[in-house]
């Protein structure tokens, strides 16, 4: 459940509007006792996760609050149509639920809307928030200074490869590249002595959303530097940077993996349930090589998953992502992550932050990182033996966390995050090349930042 964003036609958002407007007709302010959460749900009926996690959230709540209600509202959608709901309902008093769960690449964008609600009161009373590590106390922030989420774990991105396909390729098991030529060179193995099997997958596309923009294109363009400075943003500068080589030496990779054919058939790399595909059956199923993806996916293969691989630690070997040609600090990750936050218009926020603060207790949150394969952000957590031993790759993806970077999360992001994708989905289509890619990812990202771009 991680972020996609792309197009969708009026048509569409207007029947997500009036779906979302439905959802919670009655208001959050039908009654004070009352606490209304709304949360993504799963768009596979098998993934109950968070289902699971909040129903017991919800019953400890109501035992410890006597009188005190918790009316779950789960919203099912594809990400980008579970924004555009949230939106909708954050409109108004009357759909405005009393917690939401906000994808932190869009919180800054909702907070200059107008749609949250500032924590810093609550937070200061609340002694575990001084628990929480820095970082995931920055992605929650407003560019105001003021807080305006509680971070429920974070993620980083490596590559998964089978252990399986790469035996039949004559491929190490223990295969660590150095750097993208490693990667491609492996792909291009796979492909001549492994016939059947996608050798490599790389999301890409408008309607990959979020996952082209950060699981695809930020792990490359990361590792095009020496790690110091944002390739997006120039943040002493405030403006956001035109595409330059790194930029265009990511798009080149993206290209070279769908024009030698090294990853799925375009159609399927364009298809906006493709990850679904990857992680309940491709990856499972022994079809794909290598997959550049977050460290969330054991979640889909746990007991009562629905798509249950026990196995999954014994077949599957685990990379990370290289820089691109080695250089320090050799290897790369992105890190996002969600939060909980408060609407503007919530009827019952003090109700909402209580709630918040029994599912961040340190048995929750270690229960809720384990069970959704996340990362902890609690600093007590990440260093409890019982977490780190929860599940196989915990270590290697909390490990990652030392050369993590964060999406410059800005207001004008997610449209900048859709010009990266328009980008991705020329050279994957070969409708156009590097070059023209990049001058449309400009001419784009100047309409989309009101022209405070640079170059650099």
């Known amino acids: 459940m991680r972020p996609t964003v792309r197009f ?136 105001d200074g003021r807080t305006y989420g509680v971070p429920d774990g974070t993620d980083t991105r490596g590559l998964w490869f089978s252990k399986d396909v790469f035996a039949k390729a004559g491929l190490p098991a223990d295969w660590q590249p150095k750097t993208w030529d490693d ?131 014994k077949e599957l070997g685990l990379a990370a992502m290289p820089t691109q040609h080695g250089q320090a600090p050799g290897k790369v990750s992105m890190s996002g992550g969600w939060t909980w936050a408060v609407p503007a218009k919530a009827a019952n926020p003090d109700l909402a932050f209580e709630f918040v603060k029994t599912m961040q207790t340190k048995a929750n949150a270690q229960k809720w990182y384990v069970a959704n394969s996340g990362i902890a952000v609690r600093e007590d957590v990440a260093s409890d033996p019982a977490y780190i031993q929860a599940q196989p790759g915990i270590k290697f993806f909390t490990d990652l966390v030392a050369s993590t970077h964060y999406r410059p999360a800005y207001p004008a992001y997610p449209k900048v995050s859709v010009a990266v994708q328009e980008a991705m989905e020329g050279v994957t289509t070969g409708d156009m090349s590097v070059e023209e890619a990049a001058r449309g990812y400009d001419e784009a990202l100047k309409e989309a930042t009101d022209g405070k771009v640079v170059r650099k």
């Open 183 to 313: 990667v491609l060179a492996a792909a291009r193995t796979i492909k001549e002595k492994v016939p059947g099997v996608t050798p490599l997958n790389v999301y890409t596309g408008k309607p990959a959303g979020e996952m082209a923009t950060m699981q695809g294109f930020e792990m490359l363009l990361y590792g095009t530097g020496d790690g110091t400075a944002d390739p997006l943003y120039d943040k002493a500068g405030k403006k956001w940077i035109a595409a330059g080589q790194g930029f265009k030496d990511s798009l080149a990779f993206v290209e070279t993996v769908y024009k030698e054919k090294l990853g799925p058939e375009v159609s399927d790399a364009l298809d906006p349930n493709f990850s679904t595909t990857v992680r309940g059956e491709l990856l499972p199923q022994g079809k794909l090589g290598i997959a550049l993806d977050g460290s969330w996916l054991p979640q889909d293969w746990l007991e009562g998953s629905g798509h249950e691989w026990p196995e999954w630690s």
């Open 8 to 143: 969708t036609s009026l048509v569409t958002l207007t029947a997500l509007a009036a779906t979302a407007l439905a959802a919670c007709s009655s208001g959050s302010g039908s009654d004070p006792d009352t606490v209304k959460v709304s949360y993504k749900q799963s768009t596979d009926n098998s993934i109950k996760v968070m289902d699971t996690y909040l129903a017991d959230i919800k019953k400890q709540f109501e035992k410890a609050h006597p009188g005190k209600k918790v009316e779950l509202v789960p919203i099912k959608a594809p990400d980008s149509e579970y924004y555009t709901k949230v939106q909708q309902m954050l409109r108004s008093p009357k759909t405005a639920p009393d917690l939401v769960y906000e994808d932190t690449f869009l919180i800054n964008s909702d907070i200059t809307s107008g749609y949250l609600k500032p924590l810093d009161a609550y937070l200061a009373k609340w002694p575990d928030w001084d628990r929480f590590i820095d970082t995931a106390k920055t992605a929650a922030k407003g560019e």
